[in-house]
T-cell receptor
């Protein structure tokens, strides 16, 4: 079974630009979450989608947005990039149904490394 | 103070030693507790997943949760050089869908 696939693996952008990252979950997984990982702050939750609806959101500015498609694939968008947005962006998927259960942990992809110059 | 505290290390041990990792937390509502392993340039890989207090063993790995002390541990027996990685603890509240709170991660090196 293929794992969580994130594209692209690496991105270099300039301040002020916008960027879109893509995530394909494990087949059959309906929940997709996004996390930002930086050396200073560690892993921080961005948002989670289930059945094309955002169910939960972390404490990030509105420049960070996402969406999920009917096939469970997800995209994350960051507008007006800042230097501090340089990070590893991780997508994770899960079998989740309506409510999280003991048997549906998160499985992460290898991330997209975003560098803002 | 961070919600989840984890000593970043680094931790260096000889091959065959027992690796002991731990995290403390402040949110008493946490019910789900996880340990992830992350190799360089890779995403976190789930190692152990426990619900509420107690112990769980899986091969060379043992996870312990003590909710009364707000303390979780991961033990790796007979450590191998392939265990060299960053280990992250993570936890979440019941019903809080996928909003995991992570520790900073402990970097472990197992010397051959």
């Amino acid at each position: 079974k293929a794992g969580v696939t994130q594209t692209p693996r690496y991105l270099i952008k300039t301040r002020g630009q916008q960027v879109t990252l893509s995530c394909s979950p494990i087949s059959g997984h309906r929940s997709v979450s996004w996390y930002q990982q930086t050396p200073g702050q560690g892993l921080q939750f961005l948002f989670e989608y289930f059945s094309e609806t955002q169910r939960n959101k972390g404490n990030f500015p509105g420049r960070f947005s996402g969406r999920q498609f009917s096939n469970s694939r997800s995209e994350m968008n960051v507008s007006t990039l800042e230097l501090g947005d340089s990070a590893l962006y991780l997508c994770a998927s899960s079998l989740s149904s309506v409510k999280r259960s003991y048997n549906s942990p998160l499985h992460f992809g290898n991330g997209t490394r975003l560098t803002v110059t | 103070q961070k919600e989840v505290e984890q000593d970043p290390g680094p931790l260096s041990v000889p091959e065959g030693a027992i690796v002991s990792l731990n995290c403390t937390y402040s949110n008493s509502a946490f019910q789900y507790f996880m340990w992830y392993r992350q190799y360089s340039r890779k995403g976190p890989e789930l190692l152990m997943y426990t619900y509420s207090s107690g112990n769980k063993e899986d091969g060379r790995f043992t996870a312990q949760v003590d909710k009364s002390s707000k303390y979780i541990s991961l033990f790796i027996r007979d450590s191998q050089p392939s265990d060299s990685a960053t280990y992250l603890c993570a936890m979440s509240e019941t019903g809080d869908d996928y909003k995991l709170s992570f520790g900073a991660g402990t970097t472990v090196t197992v010397r051959a």
